[in-house]
């Protein structure tokens, strides 16, 4: 999780999607068909990325822990580690510092990276390069 800004992952690209949907490319869409196109691969995902916690979910995943709770993943997580793109994306290596720049602007929330920005006291240096996702 610390090399992805991905919220989840496990569903067609959105080149099928925009495909099925639109017997189209996703590039050639215009920006209302972009975003059904987002909203259906997001609802299509198999698994959720949980930054903050550090932690992956299956998107089938019910179970709900209180603090303190040691029990280990539930059968639809668990199940994760059969499916060949869960395996294919945690395989990926970590990127070296200097190719995060190249991170997919897709992954990148520009709402959240600014409060963060003003909680550091850096949004000053943030506007001056002219930051956006």
């Known amino acids: ?17 925009a495909h099925r949907l639109f017997g189209r490319k996703y590039r050639t869409l215009s920006l209302q068909r972009k975003q059904r196109v987002k909203l259906l691969q997001r609802r299509e995902w198999k698994w959720e990325n949980q930054h903050g916690l550090g932690h992956v979910y299956s998107t089938l995943c019910t179970r709900t822990l209180e603090p303190g709770d040691i029990e280990g993943p539930c059968y639809f997580c668990f199940s994760l580690l059969n499916l060949k793109t869960f395996r294919n994306a945690i395989a990926i290596p970590k990127p070296k510092p200097e190719n995060y720049k ?16 003003r909680s550091l006291g850096i949004e000053d240096l943030i506007s001056e390069v002219n930051f956006e996702c």
């Open 1 to 17: 999780l610390d090399h992805t800004g991905a919220l989840g992952g496990g569903a067609p690209s959105v080149d099928a999607l």
């Open 102 to 117: 190249f991170l997919n602007k897709e992954y990148c929330n520009e709402s959240l990276a600014q409060i963060r920005a």
